[in-house]
């Protein structure tokens, strides 16, 4: 048993006696016997104690209870109720101050030991506890703090990321709209020289050659801005779904007369149509974007004399579309980068290509609130499934 310096707090002589001789025989120190509670708290004013044995019954104005709340709030001492009385009334009394302990007179000497170091160790424990707290709430406000201060550069690190997206984008659009006149330009040029070359020259075969290239050049590029174009407004949130009523029929045609005046391999389109209806409600320029980049690619991928298959169908209020191609396919390590900005597979050899095609594909997919799937196995094709709900 470890030696502890206890106040007494007992009106009672006699009572205060037998207890001051129990406690040293276990060798603890009195430090002093109060008769009252305002005695007590002068006493534990200039002293330390390490425990305090309470009466409820005090002379003076303030009892056991009342003087237990004070030290509780100034001393923080661990306090033992000694009381004759265990009646419901008191014990409600003695739990509101939360007690170390509480023994009823005449006390086991035993007992009374057993009792004092049972309070010791849960005073000691419950400091353990509340210092451990302490710790632990000065640390969440640390950590709230440095949350706080991390959360303000980002929020600033972000607002300026999209200062910059909004001049690069702006910055993009400006630059591709000038090219866009210039183009159109030299374009037509060549579409000039390709009528001239059509009369008897003796340069005619060499003329007709050159504005091909031209115009092949010229068409080859204006793609490509119009790509970029494209992503300038992803980046700037522009892209919107403007639904309109449209001729599916002349939609399809127009669609299959560009892809083939493009097409500079002998690839042809083999095209099924089923039980598609004469008008639908939907986006037309994002149909345009998913259905000519598809077809464009497998086209550009597939081999000479080989076949894409282009199947357009129609159920459920959703247009449902297939490209097959029996081309160079997609390594296996490389499809989950399929539809990433700039991505190009690297079986791809010298064929031509921004890796922007596929990108465009699922964005409009996206903003149409569609569905795409591929298979592909390399050397042996690729195949596109979308599902595009319309009205």
Do not use: W
Not at 35 to 51: C, M, T, V
Not at 108 to 127: F, G, Q, S
């Amino acid at each position: 048993m470890f030696s502890l310096k206890i106040l007494i707090v007992e009106d009672d002589p006699v009572s205060a006696l037998l207890l001051q001789r129990a406690l040293e025989k276990n060798r603890h120190e009195i430090l002093e016997i109060a008769d009252s509670g305002e005695k007590a708290l002068d006493i534990l004013s200039e002293n330390h104690a390490d425990i305090v044995m309470m009466d409820i019954n005090l002379a003076g104005e303030l009892d056991g209870i009342k003087t237990t709340e004070i030290i509780n709030e100034i001393y923080g001492v661990p306090v033992v109720y000694l009381s004759a009385s265990s009646d419901a009334e008191t014990l409600n009394k003695v739990v509101g101050t939360n007690p170390s302990a509480y023994v009823i007179k005449p006390f086991n000497i035993r007992e009374l030991n057993m009792v004092i170091e049972l309070a010791i160790y849960k005073d000691r424990k419950e400091k353990e506890l509340q210092k451990l707290n302490n710790e632990l709430e000065e640390k969440v406000k640390q950590r709230t703090e440095e949350l706080y201060n991390a959360n303000k550069e980002l929020t600033k690190a972000l607002e300026k990321e999209r200062e910059i997206n909004e001049l690069k984008s702006r910055i993009v659009l400006n630059v591709s709209h000038g090219f866009k006149t210039p183009l159109t330009s030299i374009l037509s040029s060549a579409q000039l020289l390709q009528i001239y070359s059509e009369k008897d020259h003796p340069m005619k075969q060499k003329i007709a050659k050159h504005a091909f290239k031209i115009e092949h050049s010229v068409r080859a590029l204006n793609n490509l801005l119009t790509s970029v174009l494209f992503f300038g407004k992803a980046d700037a949130n522009k892209i919107e779904f403007r639904p309109k009523k449209m001729f599916l029929g002349a939609f399809v045609k127009e669609l299959l007369d560009t892809v083939n005046a493009g097409i500079e391999n002998d690839v042809t389109i083999k095209t099924e149509l089923v039980n598609l209806p004469k008008i639908i409600t939907s986006d037309s320029e994002l149909l345009y974007q998913i259905f000519e980049n598809l077809l464009s690619n497998s086209i550009k991928y597939s081999k000479e004399g080989q076949e894409v298959i282009f199947k357009l169908e129609y159920a459920d209020n959703k247009l449902i579309g297939t490209v097959k191609d029996f081309g160079i396919g997609i390594p296996e390590s490389e499809q989950s980068q399929l539809f990433d900005r700039f991505f190009r597979a690297k079986n791809v050899g010298v064929v031509d290509g921004s890796g922007l095609g596929l990108s465009i594909v699922k964005k409009c997919v996206d903003v149409l609130k569609g569905e795409i799937s591929f298979e592909s196995n390399s050397k042996k094709g690729t195949t596109f499934r979308l599902v595009i709900p319309v009205n």
